[in-house]
């Protein structure tokens, strides 16, 4: 999990240095991989310029010279670009800017013109081609709008570092920025603000636009629809592209780019349909059989008992992993349908394995997510489309819930609690631990305390589980060695086991033998000691260690 510092100050006041930060999550029980710290590669030569005007090199067909407004004064720079254009904002890199590999620009000759600096790639300032967008991949690096002569660490947002965390398979909470926001906050004992999800206006009835949402089985828990119209598909504001390229995604366009973004931000994958290629506008969720479908990546896929989400004739998506190669939002878009799902975790992780297609919803649908979170993420969605694409959104939703989830309510006793820590911590202390986690109190009293489990901590559910959170919140480093303390009782047998053990000493003296024989046989040994078995009741191992021990004894006969 990727947690850039500049995405976590959005939620929580951030004033620690980076040491102080990663030391405490990890005290905490987030354990820190590394740091990642790509401004110390670059330095402020480089800057954000716009393209005014591309010209041909005299002496070179493979070269231009682009006339770039850098906000103080206009300079002619040499490139070989081919994804260059007019008013285009990119990436200059002055004489003396410095970029990762200790490499200096000077000013270069370049077939009889002198070039003072150059345009950068993504590449070229340190960044995985994995996440570099279209318009970037084969040239410079292309910005959205931008405050021309800003440096480009500063329009990146890269002047503040990123920390990779090692998530445990509990923690699928932690799989999102809030998540880690929360435990910072918790871990420092600060608040976390709340994105909003507040929508300015609504239009019409969702009921005019999706006829029906027909969940057919039980491996969907919880589907939420909502629809936006009048969506204008276009590039992302460099804002929400930087988001997603610290985190490891690649930009696509503003509708894909903020569904990636929110499951990022709350942990809860999204999916955005073409709302007017949907036949009979009627979802269907339900198990695929055997039948073949082709995926978002192009790929056609043998399905087999896995979760799909069919419209009122095709195969829409593989559900919680991809969606299909029909029904992707293309350039023409302009009517969504937003789903937000919850599925089983067990059975998108067997699909994922099988299909060998392991994305980041799938990974996060494997680990757990609350259904409570389908109704926020789609309407932080529906905010953000609002916000970013002055789209309208259609009022109401289509909610279908199968299994209601639910988390019981855990009480604590303060005795205990210091008991199993070995500590001393005060009732104040623990109290206030468990409500920095956001556990609501639902009763308390001198000797103990009941919470309710917050929708994102389903880890929690027994009083061991609310110690253990007191015990890494307060850091286990504070509780002193101590020794144990048990309670010896003396052990004495059973009536049985005494009766057992009289009657085998009995046998003994009668000069009997006790016997332990193996519970595997050959099948050749029935008819050795004359006993009829027939084939098919043969109750047959499937990886046997030998024809002798192929089968399991149904008599000691033999």
Request: glycine content about 4%; charged content about 30%.
């Amino acid at each position: 999990m990727l947690l850039p510092i500049n995405w976590l100050k959005d939620y929580v006041d951030v004033d620690e240095s980076i040491k102080t930060i990663t030391d405490r999550l990890s005290e905490t029980g987030s354990h820190v991989e590394s740091v990642i710290d790509k401004s110390k590669y670059l330095n402020d030569k480089l800057i954000v310029a716009k393209i005014k005007k591309i010209d041909k090199h005299p002496n070179a067909d493979r070269l231009s010279i682009v006339t770039l407004d850098t906000g103080n004064s206009d300079i002619e720079v040499v490139t070989g670009a081919k994804n260059i254009k007019e008013d285009m904002f990119v990436c200059y890199a002055q004489v003396g800017a410095t970029l990762p590999g200790d490499i200096v620009l000077k000013e270069a000759d370049l077939k009889g013109i002198m070039s003072p600096g150059m345009l950068t790639s993504f590449e070229e300032m340190g960044f995985e081609t994995s996440v570099v967008d279209k318009n970037s991949k084969e040239g410079i690096a292309v910005l959205s709008e931008n405050k021309i002569g800003e440096t480009v660490t500063n329009a990146l947002e890269i002047n503040e570092p990123i920390i990779e965390f090692e998530i445990t398979p509990n923690r699928p909470d932690c799989l999102s920025v809030l998540g880690m926001a929360r435990e910072y906050a918790a871990s420092f004992g600060k608040k976390i603000k709340y994105p909003s999800i507040e929508i300015k206006k609504f239009e019409e009835d969702i009921n005019d636009y999706v006829n029906s949402v027909d969940i057919q089985t039980d491996k969907c828990t919880c589907y939420v629809a909502r629809v936006v119209k009048n969506v204008k598909i276009a590039d992302s504001p460099q804002w929400l592209k930087n988001r997603l390229i610290q985190s490891g995604i690649r930009p696509i366009n503003n509708i894909v780019d903020i569904t990636n973004f929110v499951m990022l931000e709350t942990g809860q994958p999204i999916h955005a349909y073409d709302l007017d290629k949907i036949a009979d506008k009627k979802i269907i969720v339900k198990e695929s059989g055997s039948q073949k479908f082709t995926t978002l990546d192009d790929v056609e896929r043998e399905l087999s008992d896995d979760i799909i989400i069919c419209d009122g004739e095709n195969t829409l998506g593989i559900a919680g992993i991809m969606g299909g190669f029909d029904s992707e939002i293309t350039s023409n878009t302009t009517n969504v349908l937003i789903e937000a799902a919850s599925f089983d975790n067990d059975t998108i992780r067997l699909s994922s394995r099988r299909l060998a297609l392991r994305t980041d919803a799938s990974t996060r649908f494997e680990k757990g997510v609350s259904q409570q979170l389908c109704d926020l993420a789609s309407m932080r969605v529906c905010k953000l489309i609002e916000d970013i694409t002055n789209a309208t959104v259609i009022n109401n939703s289509i909610d279908v819930i199968t299994c209601e989830e639910k988390l019981e309510d855990v009480e604590l006793s303060y005795k205990k609690c210091n008991d199993l820590l070995g500590s001393d911590i005060s009732n104040d202390e623990i109290k206030k631990i468990l409500q920095l986690l956001e556990f609501k109190i639902v009763s308390e009293d001198d000797e103990k305390i009941k919470v309710k489990v917050p929708f994102h901590r389903q880890d929690v559910s027994i009083y061991q589980d609310l110690i253990e959170e007191v015990g890494r919140i307060y850091t286990f480093e504070k509780i002193g060695a101590k020794p144990l303390i048990g309670k010896l009782k003396r052990g004495v047998k059973s009536e049985e086991r005494i009766a057992i053990d009289n009657t085998k000493k009995a046998l003994y003296s009668m000069n009997t033998f006790e016997v332990l024989s193996y519970s595997f046989i050959s099948p050749k040994s029935y008819s050795k000691a004359m006993v009829e078995m027939d084939d098919d009741k043969l109750i047959k191992l499937i990886n046997p260690l030998g024809e002798d021990f192929s089968v399991m004894r149904s008599t000691i006969i033999p």
